[in-house]
């Protein structure tokens, strides 16, 4: 299927927010759609983390409107987030709980059955290879323990709506490719997936479209194809990403160092 011919599950219309007299996010609109990958890709400091706590409801936006499952988040918050998972850039998880603990936690919240949760709970830490550990406390958890039992939180009531930052930050070669899969599976389901990097093979490989960042604008959303086309002549995406967020400077170590 087309990704564009899917039902546009997360949307950002004009958002901006200010810190201050500073401007994160300056006037960014784009679309993720059920059945895609989108990936959100910026420099540091770009509005990155910024837009997606707006979308999640962690920030209210200066102005601008942010939708996900079709509900507006500042408008109608509870639907929106029961429509959508979250995993942040760095683990938020309760760490005298046990990982069974957390996961019944988040169903919980979500108003899951008990026997549903139950089922999700074995079937989710299974998959992660989380089972030895699924009543030990989350604070013993390694960190890449501890993104996985994040990403589990997260899919614990399928949603419609599924937002990652960094994913894939602290994981050994098997989880990542563990994720990798499980999100493609979950776009292939319908689900609109949205997700920030730094490493730009994931974005190329795994994203069906991406979206450029950089100070606070949006410099390019499309296809490879599209990017591409805006590239002048570049193919590789690293290479079109540092052309579209102002290149890197050559510098000599020798003389930095001396």
Known sequence: MDALTGTALIEAQHLVKKFGTKVAVDDVSFQVYGGE???FLGPN???KTTTIKM???????SSGT???????VAASPIPAKAASGYVPDEPNLYGKLSGREMLYFVGDLFDLDRPLIARRTEELMHMFSLDEAVDDLVESYSHGMQQKLSLAAALIHDPKVLILDEPT??????????????????ADRGAAIMLSTHIMEIAQRMCDRIGIINQGRLAAVGTMDDLRSMGQGKTDLEDIFLQLTGGVEDAEIAEVLK
């Open 169 to 186: 930050v602290g994981l050994d070669p098997k989880s990542a490719r563990l994720i990798k899969d499980i999100l493609r599976q979950l």
């Open 45 to 47: 400091g770009a509005g």
């Open 66 to 72: 942010a939708k996900v499952g079709g509900h507006d």
């Open 37 to 39: 990958i989108f990936g």
């Open 55 to 61: 979308l999640v409801g962690l920030l209210q936006a």
